[in-house]
């Protein structure tokens, strides 16, 4: 299994356009990527400029569709103009997991 956590700072005023155009991706990570276990996203309880995606892929070829799909392009079409500084990914391979299913 690998993992992708993104660390998204957006500028000020942009939080609502950001969480739309994310919840759009995983609409479509819903809808069209099986092989796409989990894709979580969050919003910084004391910074709400602040927003955090963890994804979870059954294998590389699952990410790399994923990293390749429309949506992600179309995210980062829109996405772009709102982030602050520099992303920051962390890619891994998960060594253990709680699940609630």
Sequence with gaps: MLTITAIIRVKQGCEAAMLEALLDVV?????NEPATIGYYVSQDATDPRVFTTYERYLDRAAMDRHNNSDAVARFFGIAKPMIDGDVTLVTCTERSAKSSD
């Design 27 to 31: 609409s479509s990570v819903r809808a």
